[in-house]
């Protein structure tokens, strides 16, 4: 398989972020996850921060325009020559069309689509407990993957916060959109058979071992393909 560009799907709290950082690291691939791009802006007090900062926090989506533009760049770029992984993006029938014209423009196509399929209970569990690193970002969870300090990220020694949209009525209104806006392209890109489905439930590690075994899969696929 000559180049690897993967998105992962799944609503929020699903692990997209857990696993995202794992595969950067096994993979060797740009990942780009929308949300920790939006809330770096936010830190940094930019204009595209300052506009998305009242969506995020109503836990609605930042409009499409803003996001399309921000991914095409980086999915354009030297960087992302081997692949890419995208995470939180695409995550509505315009930017799903968006993103399929890009990589058309630049003769590429998706390799697969991972959904971290979850239930909404085990969703408001999860979101309940995280904590986030205050500078980059990085995941943990009171009971599932506690920090070796408590409130200390193991990473980098920052503080841990609650996010602003894990409030629960803010979790609440989160699922809502995501199984109004989002939930859509489940269907969408199995009828283009680029779904995968991997069971989100699981524990971390077992849900890195089946994203493994899915990608050992598609590369088998890819070379039976030539
Ligand atoms: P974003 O940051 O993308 O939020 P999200 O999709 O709601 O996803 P989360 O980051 O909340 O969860 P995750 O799936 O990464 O799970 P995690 O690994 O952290 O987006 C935030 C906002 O930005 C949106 O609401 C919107 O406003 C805006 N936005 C972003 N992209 C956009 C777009 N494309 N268009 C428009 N607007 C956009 O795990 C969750 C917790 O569970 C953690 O504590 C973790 O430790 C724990 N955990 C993970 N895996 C497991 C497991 N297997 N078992 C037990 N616990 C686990």
């Not at 995941?139 to 949209?165: K, T």
């Not at 109004?180 to 009828?191: F, Q, R, S, W």
């Not at 439930?201 to 088998?220: F, G, Q, Y």
């Amino acid at each position: 398989m000559s180049e690897l560009n993967l998105v992962l799907l799944g609503p929020p709290g699903s692990g997209k972020g857990t696993q995202g950082e794992r595969l950067q690291d096994e993979l060797e691939l740009p990942y780009w996850a929308t949300g920790d791009i939006l809330r770096a802006a936010v830190r940094e007090g930019t204009e595209l921060g300052l506009a998305a900062k009242e969506y995020m926090d109503r836990g609605d989506l930042v409009p499409d325009e803003v996001i399309v533009g921000m991914i095409g760049e980086r999915i354009a770029s030297p960087e992302a020559d081997d692949g890419f992984i995208l995470d939180g993006f695409p995550r509505t029938a315009p930017q799903a069309e968006a993103l399929a014209a890009k990589l058309s423009d630049l003769g590429r196509e998706l390799t697969a689509v991972l959904l971290i399929d979850v239930g909404d209970a085990e969703v408001e569990r999860r979101l309940g407990g995280r904590r986030t690193c205050a500078e980059q970002g990085h995941v943990f969870h009171v009971e599932f993957n506690p920090p070796r300090e408590d409130g200390v990220c193991d990473v980098d020694g920052s503080e841990l916060v609650v996010r602003d949209d894990d409030k629960p009525e803010v979790i609440r209104h989160r699922l809502q959109q995501y199984h109004a806006k989002t939930a859509p392209l489940v269907e969408h890109y199995d009828g283009q058979s680029l779904l995968r489905r991997i069971d989100g439930a699981a524990p971390p590690d077992a849900v890195a071992d089946e994203i493994r075994r899915t990608l050992a899969t598609l590369r088998l696929e890819a070379d039976e393909a030539i």
